[in-house]
């Protein structure tokens, strides 16, 4: 059931949502994503805010365009779709909300802005976190699974002079996703880069982080006795 409306603050504003346990709850790298994409958002562009979850994205960027114009977000989970409606109605949005792996939901459709924060960080460690608690993360050791497949069809399904936007975290194998971009984009643009400390529940299993790292798996800077991380917000487009 979803019944309690939480108050979130994102990008210097807050809004009100429903979110159940059972959804992504928004972070910091939602933050990061919305401040960013910002730029990229006008009037009169199709946006689909791929991996919706409960659709704060979606709803934020609507409220810039300020014209009523539909919006698109879709979702594997059943859950955060039915999230995301209530969300949707509850802020008087023009939607189009489907649920759905990664683009099987708009196979003859096109935007010129996706917007992506589907899961990017290694599975292993996503099991660990509270990030991802009692919510599907289905990246494999390295984190790369979603974000590579997302990076091989985003070009089928952008509008000429379209791009996509999206996360890339260093819990992840960095250097495949960018030489995966390198071989579909023409233009790349690091937009920000975003440091922040790992959480205290992943801080507690730096053993393993350590080999992981070691394998080439992930990446993070070590000072102080803390682990670094990165989160950069990166565009492409043709």
């Not at 928004?26 to 979850?53: E, H, M, V, Y």
């Not at 810039?64 to 509850?90: E, G, P, T």
């Amino acid at each position: 059931m979803l019944k309690k409306i939480k108050t979130i603050k994102i990008d210097n504003s807050h809004i009100k949502l429903f979110i159940p346990s059972s959804v992504f709850f928004p972070t910091a790298t939602t933050d990061f994503l919305l401040r960013d994409s910002k730029k990229f958002i006008n009037q009169n562009i199709d946006i689909l805010d791929l991996g919706c979850g409960s659709g704060i994205i979606a709803i934020l960027a609507n409220k810039l365009q300020k014209n009523k114009k539909k919006i698109f977000a879709s979702d594997v989970s059943d859950k955060a779709v039915a999230c995301a409606k209530k969300n949707f109605q509850l802020h008087d949005c023009n939607f189009e909300l489907k649920s759905g792996s990664l683009f099987s939901p708009w196979k003859n459709k096109k935007f010129d802005l996706i917007i992506n924060d589907v899961s990017g960080i290694s599975e292993e460690l996503a099991k660990k976190s509270t990030w991802f608690k009692n919510v599907p993360c289905k990246t494999g050791i390295d984190g790369t699974d979603l974000t590579l497949k997302i990076i091989k069809s985003s070009t089928l399904h952008l509008n000429k002079g379209g791009g996509i936007i999206f996360p890339i975290i260093s819990l992840s194998n960095t250097r495949k996703i960018m030489q995966a971009l390198k071989k579909r984009f023409k233009t790349i643009k690091i937009i920000s880069n975003n440091y922040w400390f790992l959480p205290e529940e992943l801080n507690k299993n730096q053993s393993k982080l350590i080999k992981m790292k070691q394998k080439k798996l992930i990446n993070f800077e070590k000072k102080f006795g803390k682990i670094i991380c990165n989160t950069q917000i990166v565009y492409a487009k043709n």
